[in-house]
Each structure stands twice: as structure tokens, then as C-alpha cells.
Nanobody
């Protein structure tokens, strides 16, 4: 059974930083395309950043220059470093995994709240 478990969320002031982690088990992590999505209240799940099994990275415009996605295949872990956080970044952040850009596995999410 494939499981994705996110951690690292929390309350941070505007301008602050957080690093999210997602540990994947039950499958060969190195074979997966993986990514981070977020879901704000009243909105659907939206992409933040993705990284393929070959290491090709893509960011949504709002994340460019502020967020950095990375993966450690030896640790079966996906990361999202977030800097210069803004109140509009407040959301539940979820990691997804799958093949050829289609994510069939999802974690439960970790809450990120940016507020003074």
C-alpha cells in the first residue's frame, strides 16, 4: 500500500520560511513523478511545484523565486522549501505521486498558515 505522509507545516509570520517534507512508502520512490499542491479554503487543489523521476522541475508562477522543490530518492522523501511567505500562501499543502504527470497517490496534507 502506497502511503504519503507530509510534515513541516505550521504558523509563520509573513516573510518567514518553512520546509515541508513528504515521506513515501510502499513503492519505489525513485520511479515516481512527485509534486506539491495546495488547497486554500473554498478553492480546489492547485499545483505548486512538481519534479519528475528524471529530475525535471516545474513551478507555478507564484512559487518561482520563493519556493524550491527537491527530492532525496535514498530517503524516499520529497521537500518543499518555502521562503518569503505571504498570507495568500495559507493553505493545506499536499504531496502527490504517480506516473507520466498523473498523480494517483496523495497524502493527507499539512496546514501552512501565514499570519502576523
Amino acid at each position: 500500500q502506497v502511503q504519503l505522509v507530509e510534515s513541516g507545516g505550521g504558523l509563520v509570520q509573513p516573510g518567514g520560511s518553512l520546509t515541508l517534507s513528504c515521506v513515501v512508502s510502499g513503492t519505489v520512490f525513485a520511479h515516481l513523478d512527485v509534486g506539491w499542491y495546495h488547497q486554500a479554503p473554498g478553492r480546489g487543489r492547485e499545483p505548486v511545484a512538481t519534479i519528475t523521476r528524471r529530475g525535471i522541475v516545474e513551478y507555478e508562477n507564484f512559487a518561482k523565486g520563493r519556493f524550491s522543490i527537491s527530492r532525496d530518492n535514498a530517503k524516499n522523501t520529497l521537500y518543499l522549501q518555502m521562503t518569503s511567505l505571504k498570507p495568500e500562501d495559507t493553505a493545506v499543502y499536499l504531496c502527490g505521486a504517480g506516473f507520466d504527470g498523473w498523480y494517483k497517490y496523495w497524502g493527507q496534507g499539512t496546514q501552512v498558515t501565514v499570519s502576523s
